[in-house]
């Protein structure tokens, strides 16, 4: 029997279950990889909100970092919250080194209640020690606009944007399109300079509570497997919009509830 492919998560812990390190390690199974963790920060989240963050000190992220790396043959790694500038150069030094392949980037800025999970002078360090070390990034509209440093509105904002963060070295970044409005969701894609889109009809639910990690996870798990960047984002599309659907019409918890990832609601149920 072979072994699967392993991928690596650097992320914070969701306590609701819906997004970080608890999200990335179901998207990874779903896509055929086996998911390691090193944990950088412990949240109090639910679907409301996220209402207490511990960070994890820098060493203990190192010592984890060390140990996954030392023993396990990881072929993919997705990066999420890395919470202060410390951590995202810590994070940024080991790709640097090439300890970390087909690293995928996934700039947790701000969470969906608005509660910020990044320290302000990290912005910096994210374009100048982590980004031109990725291989893929994944921002959302408003994360790319923190790091272009202005207000992205259209389709237009979003493919300039893409090319931009492009130029800070990254072969691959897609500007995800769900906080764009219209009937569907697009993805703006720029490869090696060529602009590419996907697209999916949007889904009218309330419960989008982990989409960006899930994505971003589900990309470093297909690259893991063997796929293709271009691949690993189709893959990782129909994934997402599937676990959307699947979880439209649940009710767990107050707010943004949790998505369907193991697939739990048989599609049209």
């Not at 396990?72 to 999420?80: E, I, N």
């Not at 963060?165 to 219209?182: I, R």
Request: aromatic share 2%; proline share 4%.
């Amino acid at each position: 029997m072979t072994n699967p492919a392993v991928a690596l998560t650097i992320a914070g812990s969701d306590s609701g279950g819906g997004a970080g390190i608890q999200a990335d390690l179901r998207a990874f199974g779903q896509m055929g990889a086996f998911g390691t963790s090193v944990i950088t920060a412990v949240t109090a989240q639910n679907t409301v909100g996220v209402h207490d963050v511990h960070v994890v000190p820098t060493a203990t992220v190192a010592a984890q970092l060390d140990a996954v790396l030392g023993d396990l043959p990881v072929a993919a790694v997705k990066t999420g919250m890395l919470a202060t500038a410390e951590l995202v150069a810590l994070v940024g030094a080991r790709a640097a080194a090439g300890a970390l392949p087909n690293l995928v980037v996934d700039p947790v800025l701000v969470s969906a209640t608005g509660h910020r999970l990044l320290e302000q002078d990290a912005i910096e360090v994210y374009r100048t020690a982590l980004l031109p070390h990725a291989v893929v990034a994944t921002p959302n509209l408003e994360e790319a606009a923190v790091l272009v440093g202005r207000r992205l509105h259209t389709l237009e904002d979003a493919r300039d944007a893409a090319h931009e963060l492009a130029a800070l070295g990254t072969p691959v970044v897609v500007v995800k399109g769900g906080h764009l409005a219209g009937g569907e969701a697009v993805d703006v894609i720029v490869i090696d300079g060529e602009l590419h889109e996907l697209a999916a009809a949007r889904i009218d639910t309330p419960n989008t509570h982990g989409t960006g990690c899930t994505f971003a996870a589900a990309t470093a798990g297909a690259i893991a497997t063997g796929h293709t960047p271009l691949e690993a984002l189709e893959r990782a599309k129909a994934y997402v919009t599937g676990c959307i659907a699947g979880a439209a019409g649940w009710r767990l918890g107050a707010g943004n509830g949790p998505l369907d990832h193991l697939g739990f609601t048989a599609p049209g149920s």
